[in-house]
């Protein structure tokens, strides 16, 4: 068996061994030794995986935001829980955010709207009046303070 076969037959098997394998492979430059059918795969994989986390927190962004603007009866009950939630995944995007992936964002931004618009209408069993369109730009939407209350900390509590 070639090596292409036995890497091949690596990556049904062992995944992570078959990667260790690939990668020494790419560092000696052994280009023809490589699977790439599964490389390609691998790697389309990957940039799938990196849009999909970056939109998944973009809407838990919008979600907490329009509930924090709009759903004015649990406001004061959430107010805490909701910002600090807006806060923890605007951190997290900022780690993930490339100047691709923030492209990819501004492309997406209707749709991933929309898909965070129909989940606070059924979290509110659509009592609330939300914006059919966004109201926010992707740039007051990535900006760690918009929309937050500015709250000063007693340091003597």
């Not at 390609?40 to 849009?51: A, F, M, N, V, Y």
């Not at 649990?74 to 909701?82: A, D, P, S, V, Y």
Request: proline content about 1%; charged content about 30%.
């Amino acid at each position: 068996m070639s090596i292409i076969t036995n890497l091949k037959t690596l990556y049904e098997i062992d995944d992570v061994q078959w990667l260790e394998d690939t990668i020494k492979l790419l560092k000696e430059r052994q280009f023809e030794a490589l699977d790439l059918d599964n490389l390609i795969e691998e790697l389309e994989d990957l940039g799938s995986e990196k849009r999909n986390a970056v939109v998944s927190l973009l809407e838990q962004v919008i979600r907490h935001l329009l509930l924090l603007e709009y759903w004015t009866i649990e406001r004061e009950q959430n107010l805490g829980h909701w910002e600090s939630e807006i806060i923890s995944f605007r951190t997290q995007l900022r780690r993930k955010l490339t100047t691709n992936l923030r492209n990819y964002l501004t492309e997406e931004l209707l749709s991933i709207y929309q898909d965070a618009l129909l989940f606070v209408q059924r979290k509110t069993s659509f009592k609330v009046n939300f914006p059919e369109t966004c109201p926010y730009s992707l740039e007051q939407l990535l900006d760690i303070d918009y929309g937050l209350k500015k709250r000063k900390l007693d340091k003597n509590s």
